[in-house]
């Protein structure tokens, strides 16, 4: 059995998880769509649609969390540079889709090609993680820590970062 004193450190763990997920969520509600530029089973964002969602969602979560002027000053900027440094990589997603379909349709399998576009992707997808999680944590950093909790109750509620079953 584990002691109570054991369970500290699990618990720490499943606190920052709970709150990973609640950033997370960001990226479900806001970051993920503006990153790739597309609507629900639609076609791509233009910029200013693109400007309008990401407006509405901070406009939204704002009134949930309570957030102050200042935080809001502090916040709309992280959000908006990091959706549209992630905005590029819809394209290169795409382009390495077509490349893979291609290397694996062709006559001949080359291994070697496919091996240097799954080592690319992997790369990019790095890049984009460390773009994101430095988003997050800048925007965390710019909340109280109740305005952590209640946000992180928001996406909670909503399921944010689970997938259907």
Do not use: W
Not at 27 to 45: E, N
Not at 125 to 146: G, I, W, Y
């Amino acid at each position: 059995m584990f002691s109570h004193e054991d369970s500290l450190p699990r618990r720490r763990f499943f606190k920052l998880a709970a709150l990973s997920t609640a950033f997370a969520g960001l990226s479900g509600a806001g970051f993920a769509a503006f990153a790739h530029g597309r609507r629900r089973g639609g076609a791509p964002l233009d910029p200013a649609q693109m400007q309008e969602r990401i407006d509405r969602f901070l406009k939204h979560t704002y009134v949930e969390i309570d957030a102050t002027p200042e935080q809001q000053q502090k916040i709309e900027p992280i959000v908006k540079q990091a959706a549209k440094e992630l905005q590029p990589l819809r394209a290169k997603v795409r382009e390495a889709r077509r490349e893979g379909v291609k290397l694996l349709s062709a006559d001949k399998i080359d291994r070697g090609a496919i091996e240097r576009l799954r080592t690319e992707q992997m790369a990019s997808a790095d890049a984009a993680s460390k773009r994101f999680t430095q988003a997050l944590a800048d925007v965390a950093e710019a909340l109280t820590p109740e305005q952590r909790r209640t946000l992180a109750a928001r996406f909670a509620r909503r399921g944010y970062g689970r997938r259907p079953a």
